[in-house]
């Protein structure tokens, strides 16, 4: 009240003085005074306001008009990103990640929001009932605001703990990974060491791609076929069931390729450099060993991801050529093309492994026509059944 009285008082005298000099106003209408007042209390508040949030407003403002689509790291950034594929088509998550994405790359001092993935719409006889219960108890209530903060903080210091949960399950699981894989393509471990070591890498990623997906969809709505066909229509596509797959193709059989754990490697290195950049980056220890090889891990993961796809392509050719062993597998190498032709079709390897079968097209077609014509007609069979 005090804050309010002062200008009251000094427009006031400016009336008087003011009704004065010229003659025509009257010096008894406070009321005058009110919309030069109401303007003038709302800019010095508004200006205050401002002054407290312009740096993190331009920031934000920067971020918006940043020209994400020429920046070659935006795209590898996004395709990284594991996130449904009914979520990745909203903008507001699209623009989350556009400025995690600024954050890291180019401003730091941007600060970003966590984001709630709780579903905007609600029953609509809820809303109903509570905007009815809303006008019903339009009573001040002067503790209502105090207890939905510490609810609403309460709320997002759990949601934030869990993720922090998750995170630390997925990097724990992956260093362990790596470590195991290490172990197994290392030449001078013991061979029963190195045949369970790479036993457990392909098992320890099967378990935390399953938990991936277990995080980000959950479970079949019903135990019944029509919802669990939904279900596998959504998650066929993603990056954690194609390597779920993988993982298990490999741990169940009885042939040891070491050759199959160069994927492995790459996907356990990108998610512990990943969440050591993330969280360790103010660490001492962690800037004087482990940024500069984090950084080559993250601005080399098309790389990464180019080197996996031509292994797993390598291993279709080598189960094809271990069918004339007495290690031969037919039910698995059968799977292994399936799971072939699913990331040549899914979009987050398709780019990968399209790349990789035109180069073989282009070094194989010419060899067929120059010496082996007959082939063309199997060739070109093999062709739609991989194209359906």
Request: hydrophobic share 40%; charged share 15%; glycine share 4%.
């Amino acid at each position: 009240m005090h804050i309010a009285l002062v200008p009251i008082k000094v427009l006031k005298l400016s009336s008087d003085t003011f009704a004065s000099r010229n003659g025509n106003c009257s010096t008894n209408s406070p009321l005058l005074l009110w919309p030069e007042l109401k303007e003038r209390g709302g800019r010095i508040m508004m200006n205050t306001g401002e002054e407290r949030e312009d740096p993190q407003k331009l920031k934000r403002i920067a971020a918006a008009a940043y020209d994400y689509e020429n920046d070659p790291r935006w795209a590898d950034y996004w395709s990284n990103v594991l996130i449904p594929p009914h979520m990745a088509s909203r903008s507001d998550v699209v623009d989350h990640y556009k400025r995690k994405f600024y954050q890291r790359y180019i401003d730091p001092g941007l600060v970003v929001e966590a984001m709630s993935f709780s579903s905007s719409s609600q029953p609509t006889r809820q809303s109903a009932s509570s905007s009815a219960s809303a006008a019903a108890n339009d009573q001040p209530r002067p503790h209502s605001s105090g207890s939905s903060t510490r609810n609403s903080s309460t709320t997002s210091s759990n949601q934030t703990s869990l993720h922090w949960d998750r995170q630390m399950i997925q990097f724990s699981v992956n260093a362990w990974v790596f470590i195991v894989a290490v172990l197994a393509i290392f030449p001078l471990i013991p061979k029963s060491l190195s045949h369970r070591a790479y036993r457990l890498a392909f098992l320890g990623t099967a378990c935390s791609s399953l938990y991936s997906l277990y995080s980000l969809y959950g479970t079949p709505s019903a135990w019944n076929l029509p919802a669990i066909q939904l279900y596998f229509q959504s998650i066929i596509a993603t990056k954690d069931f194609i390597y779920s797959i993988y993982c298990l193709t490999f741990v169940t059989s009885h042939l040891c390729l070491k050759f199959a754990l160069i994927p492995i490697l790459c996907l356990a290195l990108e998610h512990v450099a990943k969440f050591l950049r993330h969280n360790f980056n103010r660490s001492i220890l962690y800037r004087k060993y482990l940024e500069g090889p984090c950084v080559w891990v993250e601005s080399n993961a098309t790389t990464l991801s180019i080197l996996s796809s031509h292994s797993e392509i390598g291993l279709g050719f080598l189960l094809i050529i271990s069918l004339f062993s007495w290690q031969r597998n037919i039910i698995q190498t059968f799977m292994y093309w399936q799971l072939l032709k699913l990331m040549y079709h899914a979009p987050v390897t398709a780019t990968y492994h399209q790349s990789v079968w035109a180069k073989i097209g282009r070094m194989v077609t010419p060899f067929v026509e120059r010496n082996a014509p007959f082939l063309k007609s199997p060739i070109s069979a093999i062709q739609r059944w991989w194209l359906r």
